[in-house]
């Protein structure tokens, strides 16, 4: 059973250009969590996701990120119009259903470092 | 909205003592409580997690307590190493909220 797999492990974007970040669930896994970490900082929720639907968006910017969770394939955080300030790590992490069975341990995946230059 | 704060945010010891690292959250009605150790440029690795109707865990040399009711979790770490140094996080769930971290420092 592979683990959380984020692709890609690091990224360069331009100012004013897309990044989009990939993060495959483990297997059997329905949640979704997107975290950015600063550095010297700690881990800042942004979102929450189910498939198909957005639990929690309560900690994304307002405008140029989105996060989905589509019911084939992996999770994409999306940022338009990166800014020199979206350089951060980036983790995703994911569980079962947090309220259902005995084990809902969330695992991380290694993270996407992004570097807008 | 929950807020979870990590005391001390650092920490230094000589190898092969006991200590106790403190996790609080404000807002009780949690799923569980999980703890993870982060290298430097790295990942994050689980350590142990708590339901929320249990009182304790341990794995090794790891023990991790919570107590829902005043809000707290503390994770025991006994008879230190230099290869526990790493910043430790704890995080409430459902929707897996972050303290600051505390980093540990064990000096050989």
């Known amino acids: 059973n592979a683990g959380v797999m984020q692709n890609p492990r690091h990224l360069v974007r331009r100012r004013g250009q897309e990044a989009r970040l990939r993060c495959s669930p483990m297997k059997g896994h329905s949640h979704v969590y997107w975290y950015r970490q600063l550095p010297e900082e700690g881990l800042k929720f942004m979102v929450y996701?189910?498939?198909?639907?957005?639990?929690?968006e309560s900690g994304m910017p307002k405008e140029r990120f989105s996060a989905e969770f589509p019911k084939e394939g992996p999770s994409i955080l999306r940022i338009q119009q990166v800014v020199r300030g979206d350089s951060a790590a980036y983790f995703c992490?994911?569980?079962?259903?947090?309220?259902?069975?005995?084990?809902?341990?969330?695992?991380f995946g290694q993270g996407t470092r992004l570097t807008v230059v | 909205k929950q807020e979870v704060t990590q005391i001390p945010a650092a920490l230094s010891v000589p190898e092969g003592e006991n200590l106790v690292l403190n996790c609080s959250f404000t807002?009780?009605?949690?799923?569980?409580l999980q703890w993870f150790r982060q290298d430097p440029g790295k990942g994050l690795t689980s350590l142990l997690l708590?339901?929320?109707?249990?009182r304790e865990q341990t794995s090794g040399r790891l023990n991790a307590s919570l107590d829902k009711s005043s809000g707290r979790s503390t994770l025991y770490i006994a008879a230190s190493q230099p290869g526990d140094s790493a910043t430790y996080l704890c995080?409430?769930?459902?929707?897996?909220?972050f303290g600051q971290g505390t980093e540990l420092s064990v000096k050989p």
């Open positions: 708590i339901q929320s109707s249990q």
């Open positions: 992490a994911s569980s079962p259903s947090p309220g259902q069975g005995a084990n809902t341990e969330a695992f």
């Open positions: 996701l189910q498939k198909e639907n957005i639990i929690d």
């Open positions: 807002d009780s009605a949690i799923y569980n």
């Open positions: 995080a409430v769930g459902g929707k897996l909220i």
